[in-house]
């Protein structure tokens, strides 16, 4: 099982971001997928996430409203659209398969800074 984030960088208060996860080494549309995050300090947080046929998503309330999770089955990737991002969104965001014992990807880091 592979997964590779890719898409963070650094963005201004009130830009935006889209992330995504290429998978590997399962079958990716049997499974559900998670975007976690975790800022300097803190706990690893569930950010969205989203059901193996994308019919059903749901968010932390920190986010609602500005990111939106979907998922491209034939391109084995899932996706998280930030929008309207806010310095407190500054964290390394890691997808996440909930397969087995559970598999991470390695991160990558988003900073929002003026």
């Known amino acids: 099982v592979q997964l590779v984030e890719s898409g963070g960088g650094l963005v201004q208060p009130g830009g935006s971001l889209r992330l995504a996860c290429a998978a590997s080494?399962?079958?990716?549309?049997?499974?559900?997928m998670t975007w976690y995050r975790q800022a300097p300090g803190k706990e690893r947080e569930l950010v969205a996430r989203?059901?193996?046929?994308?019919?059903?998503?749901n968010y932390a309330d920190s986010v609602k409203g500005r990111f939106t999770i979907s998922r491209d089955n034939a391109k084995n990737t899932v996706y998280l659209q930030m929008n309207s991002l806010k310095p407190e969104d500054t964290a390394v965001y890691y997808c996440?398969?909930?397969?087995?014992?559970?598999?991470w990807g390695q991160g990558t880091q988003v900073t929002v800074s003026s």
């Open positions: 989203i059901t193996s046929t994308g019919g059903y998503t």
């Open positions: 080494g399962f079958t990716f549309s049997s499974y559900a």
């Open positions: 996440r398969v909930g397969l087995g014992p559970g598999y």
